[in-house]
């Protein structure tokens, strides 16, 4: 059984930084790409980034490009985002999800196959 497990959401000040941890089972990372979304309420679940387990290669939507890295740890089967300079943006979901392919050619939610439940980040001025 495919699982995705996020933490590390939390509470942090504008301008700080936070990381999130994606703990992956039931799958090989070499057959997945796996990317982070958010969702603030009411808004669109949004694409923030994806790895490549075929090539390694990183991709960032703009609004967090410069400020954000997704990194992986094979060992632990877990993928990590890592966010500074967080802008006030308030309350957001952030989930962690997988499709079957090693290379990331799409940020759009609905073809991830798999999804974690969620942990939420909330920046506060």
């Known amino acids: 059984e495919v699982q995705l497990v996020e933490s590390g959401g939390g509470l942090v000040q504008a301008g700080g930084s936070l990381r999130l941890s994606c703990h992956a089972s039931?799958?090989?990372?070499?057959?997945?790409?796996i990317s982070w979304f958010r969702q603030a309420p009411g808004k669109e679940r949004e694409g923030v980034s994806c790895?490549?387990?075929?090539?390694?290669?990183?991709y960032y939507a703009d609004s967090v490009k410069g400020r954000f890295t997704i990194s992986v740890d094979i060992a632990k089967n877990t993928v990590y985002l890592q966010m500074s300079s967080l802008k006030l943006e308030g309350t957001t979901v952030y989930y962690c999800?997988?499709?079957?392919?090693?290379?990331?050619?799409?940020?759009?939610?609905?073809?991830?196959?798999?999804w974690g439940q969620g942990t939420q980040v909330t920046v506060s001025s």
């Open positions: 999800a997988a499709i079957s392919d090693s290379y990331c050619y799409t940020l759009t939610a609905d073809e991830y196959e798999y």
């Open positions: 790895l490549s387990t075929g090539d390694g290669r990183t």
């Open positions: 039931g799958f090989s990372f070499d057959d997945y790409a």
